[in-house]
């Protein structure tokens, strides 16, 4: 044994040597696909954080044989992606929808009532607000009238908004309370009348108009909203959402959530154009952290499609005469696009309607004057005349699309927009060959939040029931590497934040998302069945399917 022992003491020091000149990590995730989403598209297998950031990726042996840790995932050959940034949602609406009647995929009015019923069976508050009916699912494709809603609510007042949030139907007790009559107008929105009297259908500034008299949320309701859509968010593998349209006092609770460490979630806020945002963030400056990036406003220039409010060069298909309309008068889109860009904040501007399309990306073409670095964003860029795409390119500005609008709307957006124009619409390749990069996101709570639906409609352009067969206008489709990209890296760089997050690299956010099946790879077709494992955000585990 003496003969052998100064061999196993040299071993036991050369073991020990190997182990102390490892750099230590908090993490090593080993064993997987790792899509790093670099300049490259790097596919390699193994990365390791520390204090938060990825400091180093490459393969298993070059990992782990550099860095030791008490924390090893063995991925077990499953795909990592980088966090996934939802580019165009409304996270804290979403939140407060969760407390309210839900009316998604309501097959008949009667459906909506009957669910608004038991809502206020089961709720007492003291109006009753619900979203998500869409009458394109229905049999007669009509907007609903107030008639049995009246009958059933005579004295509680009741607003139910269309799933794009862009037409409601209010019951007679909610018009009273509003003062709404038949001869009362309204600049960028609408009151239907039919005979003399109101229907209660409202559209885009009207129901602005009628929420004033809705009483506010309560602050412990408002934060439960908060958690309750992080927490949906995490499970779907989201670690960043751009929030389009936040009033001045929902950022400030964000904020206190967030230095609270409750509120985990990444959020790039588009600020609502109110005088207390323009005070607090235009006035005084942008505002950045770790959670919270602050330096841009989101404008509305005209309504939605499917309720015939988005703003048309030629009238309606299905409504001769009528060509939709703009929220705001043009020259206060010309006011603040010039305010922002000496302030150097963002401008983001709703643009469904080819003559919406056209008149802001003329706005924006005015001020930025050629390319440039402002990033100024169109959100949806749903119908763009021909003759209006290269402003993209020559103005360096960024398309900001959502996927699933296209599948959603396809079966009846040609009765709106025709055979012809119907062509000129939702055309995601063509908007990212301008740029070379499109952002996604999904317009939650109008689309589901799951970014692999986003991804999936993006490159299948079907439903989730295979229509149509081949694909709606496939030559738009996306690349499975693009739409990715527009979900990651292409969505940080919209958000000035490409230097630190939307890859899995060196000196970046530890955000990641480890899926079942490799979404790169696998039948198109199955990508809607793919589950999220487990979702990391600063290499914390925030979501994990066994819990």
Known sequence: MRKYLPVILISILLLFASCSSKKPADLIVHNAVVYTV????????????????????????????KYVSDNIIDAQGKPVYPGFIDAHCHFFGYGLNLKRVDLTGCKSFDEAIERTEKFSRENSTPWIVGRGWDQNLWKNKEFPDREK????????PVLLVRVDGHAAVANGEALRRAGFTPVKKIFGGELEIINGRLTGILLDNAIDSIRNYIPEASRELKIQALLDAQKNCFEVGLTTVDDAGLKYEQVSLI??????????????????PEEKNFAEYLNKGK???NYLNICSFKFYADGALGSRGACLLQPYSDKP?????????????????RELYDKDFQMNTHCIGDSANRLVLDIYADVLGGSNERRWRIEHCQVVNINDIEKFRKFSIIPSVQPTHATSDMLWAVARLGQERIQEAYAYKNLLLQNGYVVAGSDFPVEQINPLLGFFAAVARTNLNGIPAGGFQIENALTPEEALKAMTIWAAYSNFEENEKGSIEKGKFADFVILNTDIMKVDINKIPLVKVISTYLNGEKVFSMSN
């Open 255 to 272: 904020r206190e959530l967030q230095k609270e460490n409750k509120l985990k979630m990444r959020i790039y806020a588009m600020l609502e």
């Open 38 to 65: 670099d300049s490259n598209f790097t596919v390699t297998e193994s990365f390791a954080v520390k204090d938060g950031l990825i400091i180093d990726a490459g393969k298993n042996s070059d990992i782990l044989k």
């Open 287 to 289: 505002y950045k952290d």
């Open 149 to 156: 809603l009246d009958k059933i609510f005579p004295d509680k």
């Open 321 to 337: 005469g009528h060509y939709g309309y703009l929220i705001e008068k043009i020259d206060l889109y010309k006011k603040y696009a």
